[in-house]
T-cell receptor
């Protein structure tokens, strides 16, 4: 079974631009969560989608948004990029149950200059 | 709000020595998961603990869930260089309500050959 696929792997953007990251979950997984990982802040929860609906949201500004499609694939968008948005963005998929383990993708490394 | 602490933040051990990391929550947990992230990699699910006082073993790794379900530990016996990485705990499903997965800050393990 294929794992979680994130594209692109690396991205370099300029301040003020916007970016869209993509995540394809493991087949059969209906929940997709997004995390931001930085050396100083660890793994920070962004949001979680289940059946095309945002089920949970972290404490990030409105510049960070996401969506999920009917095939469970998910995208996250960051508008008006800031230098502090440079990070590894990880997507994780899981089964629908509350306590299902998370399966992470390799992440997208975003650098904002 | 809920707080999760992991200690120590960093640990350097000689190969063959034992290693323990502790995860402490300010609230009672429903269950807890542990993940390992190798340098340059993504978090990988290790185990889930559900019952009060539960102990689970995976080869040289021993996981414990506290009697009060507020803390957990991961112990590695006779560390090897393959154990290098950051170990995260993820307290999950607080009490009866579903909640997003919040990761602890992690313990970074270095093993000196």
């Amino acid at each position: 079974k294929a794992g979680v696929t994130q594209t692109p792997r690396y991205l370099i953007k300029t301040r003020g631009q916007q970016v869209t990251l993509s995540c394809s979950p493991i087949s059969g997984h209906r929940s997709v969560s997004w995390y931001q990982q930085t050396p100083g802040q660890g793994l920070q929860f962004l949001f979680e989608y289940f059946s095309e609906t945002q089920r949970n949201k972290g404490n990030f500004p409105g510049r960070f948004s996401g969506r999920q499609f009917s095939n469970s694939r998910s995208e996250m968008n960051v508008s008006t990029l800031e230098l502090g948005d440079s990070a590894l963005y990880l997507c994780a998929s899981s089964l629908a149950q509350v306590d299902s383990p998370l399966h992470f993708g390799n992440g997208t490394r975003l650098t904002v200059t | 709000g809920q707080q999760v602490m992991q200690i120590p933040q960093y640990q350097h051990v000689q190969e063959g020595e034992d290693f323990t990391t502790y995860c402490n929550s300010s609230t009672t947990l429903s269950n807890i998961q542990w993940y390992k992230q190798r340098p340059g990699g993504h978090p990988v699910f290790l185990i889930q603990l559900v019952k009060s006082g539960e102990v689970k073993k995976q080869k040289r790794l021993t996981f414990q869930f506290g009697e009060a379900k507020k803390n957990s530990s991961l112990h590695i016996t006779a560390t090897q260089t393959t154990d290098v990485g950051t170990y995260f705990c993820a307290p999950y499903g607080f009490q009866t309500s579903y909640d997003k997965v919040i990761f602890g800050p992690g313990t970074s393990l270095s093993v000196i050959p």
